[in-house]
């Protein structure tokens, strides 16, 4: 099983940034792909972004340009970059890691993109 702590999330006005931060501990020697998935009360779970330990990555269609994912296998983290943040963007935000038998969550971050 791999844990996953998440922090960074927020309050930011529309325009504005965050970043997402995200830490991975245990059986992390198996991870081959971690990203953020957002869920909204109600709503299904969506992913926003995900990175490959080679370093591929895939971005919902409505953050493309404005969201930027990036991994550091070293300290076992993954970071989202979140700039030109709209309102639309508020959601808790969740870190996933995937390993070849299951997918594991964190706990999740609330972002809140507000005026």
């Known amino acids: 099983q791999v844990q996953l702590v998440e922090s960074g999330g927020g309050l930011v006005q529309p325009g504005g940034s965050l970043r997402l931060s995200c830490t991975a501990a245990g059986r992390i020697f198996s991870i081959y792909n971690m990203g953020w998935y957002r869920q909204a009360p109600g709503k299904q779970r969506e992913l926003v972004a995900s990175?490959?330990?080679?370093?591929?990555?895939n971005y919902l269609d409505s953050v493309r340009g404005r969201f930027t994912i990036s991994g550091n296998n070293a300290k076992n983290m993954v970071y989202l970059q979140m700039n030109s943040l709209k309102p639309e963007d508020t959601d808790v935000y969740y870190c996933?890691?995937?390993?070849?038998?299951?997918?594991?969550w964190g706990q999740g971050t609330q972002v809140t993109v507000s005026s």
């Open positions: 996933h890691a995937d390993v070849p038998t299951k997918r594991d």
């Open positions: 990175i490959t330990t080679g370093n591929s990555t």
